[in-house]
């Protein structure tokens, strides 16, 4: 952004605290002692030899001596020719001075420097007391020697400075209500006084809240290139830390910075770390560090003037645990959603990706989205990747249709385990029941296309799946087509019955898929004449008791939990009763698609169109 648009000119860069460091003292205590020895070493007379001395005594020229420990001082009567009036010499032991002076030779006393000596006697105990300390901080605090310890209360936060933020708007795809809605935070970082000629202000937090893999940390980091100010990034789990008073002091540490740097964004990301509502579990007292980091968050937001162009942005996908206190208005009194992306933002988000590898002409992005609904952001960008990754595994040159299409299977079912060998009988049971599933879903009528059948085992447990993929984005789903859809689920199960005889365990996961239906039609959706309408929706409250789990209280009485369990089971027999009449009419149809499927082990929608065609028009 322009300097002339904030006042005051460019925003001043952090400066970064400053933290202390061992060697900074070790430098320090030698550069004393050796000016020290210097300045000693200076003020004293240069010794002369023991020999002279005592020849000055003898000669009658010393006036006086005082006598060390080391050194004899002598005060002259008369100064020598140099003008000096007392000299200096190092003591020689009498005994050995008597020696010397028979044969008549110059001699002097030295005394031996014992400094690096000393130095050394208290300097390495220390360095080894302050070494142990520094890898005892290394190892608690993952830092420096000492400034672990020393800046525990420091914040952690990721410092983007305005010119290295590379992400705009033009990058983010699929969430345009949620990029308006920021674009005006970005208008008032750029313009801070035009949002206050008519006495408005900017609200001080926002909120970004959504399903995870949508984008809301790259909207984030959007809006600050998009202003063009300084980005501190920080997630809300490195607020805390096991010593009380860290977390609050990581806080204000972090909002200190940002006044410092302002107009810029604070973005505090998985915010239900720490945000979490106050007064959960059995040891929720008011001194857990937990609560004490929330405290003084929210009398941060308090104490800072949105004027100041600070921004506070957080994101979460689980808003309905955060603490009250965080919502009220004030604090984070904007909530945008950024949700899973309709066809069109599917087409877009797509388009985005699609430019970083080499594409098949004939890839058509409006036919992914088609058979992708329900995917954010980043499980598109991981389609694209994995179909990139298939195509450069069999040596294309470019990703083609047919690669997108196996990545979706991928992602929904699983990898392939054609190793996996299954018998004869497992076989054809598979094969029974995949066939009985894409047979009542071609069928009945708004149920979703038929792609592929496979008895190929796929993921962790699946032996064989049917692939059925929304061509269009759903929001109101009809009774008959609910119903429809439990028909679908539970045909595997009655092909099974009605062609093998007996049933078996592979219709798990169809059974619990069924019930779950059921059971939301019959208490969410008041589906069931027996109960009327009336939701009896067990409560799903974001508090924890004690034991650490969701309330759940029923609000009904015995009675109408019977009637629920009987209209959810009225339900599932009505819709295995369908699937077996649908079933037993096209029995011939069945047993003849379970052994093309045996046969080629994957049939795909043009090889199960004639098939398809005869069972719709079967009378």
């Known amino acids: 952004m322009n300097g002339e648009n904030v006042p005051g000119g460019k925003p001043p860069v952090p400066k970064p605290s400053w933290r202390f460091n061992l060697w900074y003292v070790v430098f320090a205590l030698l550069a004393l002692a050796w000016t020290r020895d210097l300045w000693i070493s200076g003020r004293q007379l240069q010794p002369v030899a023991y020999s002279e001395f005592l020849q000055h005594l003898k000669d009658g020229h010393v006036e006086s001596v005082t006598v060390g420990s080391k050194v004899l001082e002598g005060k002259l009567k008369s ?34 420097s014992t400094f690096l000596g000393e130095v050394a006697s208290w300097l390495l105990p220390a360095l080894l007391l302050f070494g142990l300390w520094g890898w005892l901080a ?52 750029k313009n801070p006084k035009s949002y206050g000629r008519l006495g408005a202000r900017m609200p001080k937090g926002v909120l970004l809240v959504g399903p995870p893999g949508t984008g809301k940390t790259l909207l984030a980091r959007a809006m600050a290139g998009e202003a063009g100010v300084p980005f501190f990034s920080i997630t809300g789990a490195e607020f805390v830390e096991m010593f009380v008073g860290v977390g609050a002091a990581r806080v204000r540490d972090l909002f200190e910075q940002a006044r410092a740097a302002a107009p810029c964004i604070i973005f505090i990301d998985e915010l239900d770390a720490l945000g979490r509502a106050r007064g959960i579990g059995p040891y929720s007292g008011g001194h857990e560090e937990k609560e004490q980091t929330l405290n003084q968050l929210l009398a941060e937001m308090d104490g800072f003037d949105p004027s100041e162009g600070v921004v506070i942005l957080a994101a979460t996908n689980r808003p309905e645990i955060l603490d009250p206190a965080l919502l009220r208005a004030g604090r984070f009194d904007r909530q945008v959603l950024v949700d899973r992306p309709d066809r069109k933002g599917r087409v877009d988000i797509l388009r985005v990706h699609l430019r970083k590898i080499s594409l098949d002409a004939q890839v058509d992005p409006d036919t992914i989205a088609a058979l992708t609904p329900g995917f954010a952001g980043a499980d598109l960008a991981n389609l694209v990747n994995e179909a ?56 009945l009528p708004g149920t979703d296309p038929v792609h592929k059948i496979s008895i190929i085992p796929r993921g962790i447990g699946a032996l064989g799946y049917t692939l059925q993929r929304p061509t269009e984005d759903r929001y109101l789903i009809r009774r008959g087509e609910l119903e429809n859809r439990l028909a679908v689920l539970f045909g595997g199960r009655a092909a099974e019955a009605l062609v093998i005889g007996e049933l078996s365990t592979g ?59 009987e209209a959810v089971r009225r339900l599932v027999d009505e819709a295995f009763a369908r699937a077996n009449e649908i079933l037993s009419a096209r029995r011939e149809l069945l047993e003849e698609g379970a052994r093309q499927l045996l046969s080629k082990e994957t049939l795909t929608e043009a090889e199960l169109a004639p098939l398809a065609e005869r069972a719709r028009t079967f009378q």
């Open 388 to 443: 990139a990754l298939l195509a450069t595994r069999r040596g294309a040159e470019s990703v083609a249709m047919p690669d997108f299409t196996a990545a979706v299977e991928r992602i929904v079912a699983g990898l392939e385990k054609r190793h996996r060998v299954m018998n004869e009988q497992e076989r054809r049971t598979v094969a029974v029941h995949e066939m009985g599933h894409a047979l009542v879903a071609i069928v």
């Open 507 to 565: 219709a798990a996961d169809d059974l619990g898929k069924a019930t779950a239906l059921a059971l939301d039609m019959v208490t969410r959706f008041g589906m069931a004449a027996e109960v009327g309408q009336v939701t009896y929706e067990l409560p799903r409250s974001p508090f924890l008791d004690a034991t650490g789990q969701l309330h759940a209280e029923r609000p009904h009485s015995e009675a109408t939990a019977r009637a629920i369990d």
């Open 79 to 112: 100064p020598l020719p140099d003008g000096r009036t007392i000299i200096v010499a190092n003591r020689v032991e009498p005994a050995l001075a008597g020696e010397l002076l028979g044969y008549g030779v110059p001699f002097r006393g030295v005394i031996e």
């Open 138 to 189: 290394r190892r608690m605090a993952g830092q420096g020697a000492l400034g672990g310890l020393l800046s525990v209360g420091k914040s952690h936060a990721r410092v983007h400075r305005e010119n290295e933020v590379k992400v705009s708007f033009a990058d983010v795809a699929g969430v345009d209500e949620a990029k308006d809605e920021l674009r005006e935070s970005v208008d008032f970082l």
